[in-house]
């Protein structure tokens, strides 16, 4: 028979498969077994509706046969086969689609059947690694069998074939090793094994290649000879896809270990199946120990995609938000749009559609998890709050109210984690902020001057130990209506109205002082003023409002900030402690001597919160000579 060509369009598309579409020479083995899988699929119902002849299910597979000595790699099924008119029409144009046209047909009857693949389309992909293609088919809907032969862009053949038995034979004739690409690697047992694991472990028909086995000589029991056995290389029935209530912890746990190669066992297994307007399932796992490079910039998050069994693509990206990055798992969809190579996601209705539903499903497993398995949760929060808390910054706040009830922080009551709701839900009548206190321990803010007062009213206090928190609650603007307060911030007016009467007549009386000790500190400070937050410490300085101590210390740990971004500090003295009587006595009998004084409360202040003084070696001069005057 003469060759043919390739109408225009197939020529202009064949170089493009090849040489771009695909962008992973490897997947062509899994574009073949899924046409396969297509082509039984198709003969299976076709028996079933009497069609065509009877065929029991154990029939039905497929079969790869290596040929090093030939260099010819060969795909065999039992499927539906191929009339001349079918390969004309398939294999003569690229991108036709036999199973789009089965496919359409079923939708008119009430019983559906999975099709994977579009073959024509993923056919073509066998010439990124073949010069030649060979296609030996006998469909079950005619009597003569028929051979496509063709080696690329130059056409094709269709002779008829001397084929016995219904079903397709793919054989393709690897081309030339390169310095490039070694494609004679195809035809060995070890990579055959690797690819149909990877791409079609879950195809529900066998996959069988015959395997070199070593078996003992019948002959000699001290030897061993070595023998051909047939072997099915995929498991076929995925774990997602058995009934959740058969599967056991132990075979969840295995199965994650081996998949995301973890030496831990997950901290949560979220499994969930959708049916309706989307169809997809799910295998999730929450880890529960974070990856080593997690929190570098190369780390590749994202869920496995596999569509009818058949995996489609790792870290899909699309289908996962960036506040969950942490989740392990796959998904398995088969109302995804896929591009002509299957590779890569379309931006459609139904990636946005099943990315929303995943989310829910994440979400509502981890407010499970808080509200009925707290210790785990908390374990959870301790390894991957970072992700939550950042999603709420990066977004300027527009995540909270989705993300806000997943926080938890240390707090004052007892020490032990407490959500935003919790907090909110036993703060006093008379209490109307939400207090918190920033520092890098939980016991570094215990020893906190500014605490005193808020214990004795009984006011819980967040404890901030995440150098993210502040600029989280930025965003936030508030929970439930309530105002986040830093402790060392602002004025807490902490006082009943008889002790803030007193303060302020106290304030009157030593308003030169306070004047004078703000003239020695200069623009250091914007203020000194007596404090409704002390207790028993002397002094403490506080921000204004605006930025807080603890954000400049943040920001300039950033070579660029440094010296640049400064907040607004205020000196507080406690009118009640012994040393602001001293304080008096000493601007009443040498002014000049109080503004050394000013100066040392002020680096005080600054040790205690954890700045940098800007002269140490003064400090200790001037603390050694109050040191001598004392004994003296």
Known sequence: ?????????????????????????????????????????????????????????????????????????????????????????????????????????????????????????????????????????????????????????????????????????????????????????????????????????????????????????????????????????????????????????????????????????PLKVIHTNVEGNLNYTALLFIPSQAPYNFYNTDYEYGLQLYSKGVFIMDHAKDLLPECYRFINGLVDSDDLNLNISREILQQDRQVRALASSLEKKIHNALEDMLKNEREKYEQFFEIFASTIKYDIYKSFGTSASKLQDLLMYRSSAEGKYVTLKEYTERMPESQKEIYYASGDTVAEIERMPSLAKLRDKNYEVLYFTDKIDEFVISMMQGYEGKNFRSVNKGDLDLDGEEEKKEREEKAKENQDM??????????????????????????????????????????????????????????????DHELFRTLRTIYQKDPDKLKEYANILYDQACLIEGLTIEDPISYARKIAELMIEANH
């Open 1 to 265: 028979m003469a060759k043919k060509q390739f109408k225009t369009e197939s020529k202009r598309l064949l170089e493009l498969m090849i040489n771009s579409i695909y962008t992973n020479s490897d997947i062509f083995l899994r574009e073949l077994i899924s046409n396969a899988s297509d082509a039984l699929d198709k003969r299976y119902y076709l028996s079933l509706t009497g069609q065509v002849s009877k065929v029991s299910q154990k029939d039905l597979q497929i079969e790869i046969i290596p040929d090093i000595v030939n260099r010819t790699l060969t795909i065999s099924d039992t499927g539906i086969g191929m009339t001349q008119e079918e390969l004309e029409k398939n294999l003569g144009t690229i991108a036709k689609s036999g199973s789009a046209e089965f496919r359409e047909q079923l939708e008119k009857s009430p019983k559906n059947i999975d099709i994977i693949g579009q073959f024509g389309v993923g056919f073509y992909s066998g010439f990124i690694v073949a010069k030649k293609i060979t296609v030996d088919t006998l469909s079950a809907l005619g009597d003569q069998a028929y051979t496509w032969v063709s080696s690329g862009e130059d056409g094709y053949t269709i002779t008829p074939s001397e084929r016995t038995t219904v079903g397709t034979t793919i054989t393709l004739e690897l081309k030339e090793d390169t310095e490039e690409e070694k494609y004679g690697k195809y035809l060995e047992e070890s990579t055959i094994r690797s690819l149909v694991k990877k791409y079609s472990d879950y195809v529900r028909y066998p996959i069988q290649m015959d395997v070199e086995k070593s078996i003992p000589d019948p002959t000699d029991e001290n030897k061993s000879i070595l023998t051909k056995e047939k072997e099915t290389l995929n498991s076929m029935i995925p774990i997602w896809k058995k009934n959740k209530k058969k599967i056991t912890e132990e075979e969840y746990n295995e199965f994650y270990q081996g998949k995301f190669n973890d030496w831990k066992e």
């Open 514 to 575: 306070l004047g004078a000790m703000k003239e020695a500190l200069g623009d250091k400070v914007r203020e000194v003023r007596l404090s409704s937050r002390l207790k028993e410490d002397p002094a403490i300085l506080v921000a204004d409002e605006g930025m807080s101590i603890e954000m400049e210390m943040i920001l300039s740990q950033d070579p660029q900030n440094r010296g640049m971004i400064k907040a607004v500090k205020i000196l507080e003295l406690n009118p």
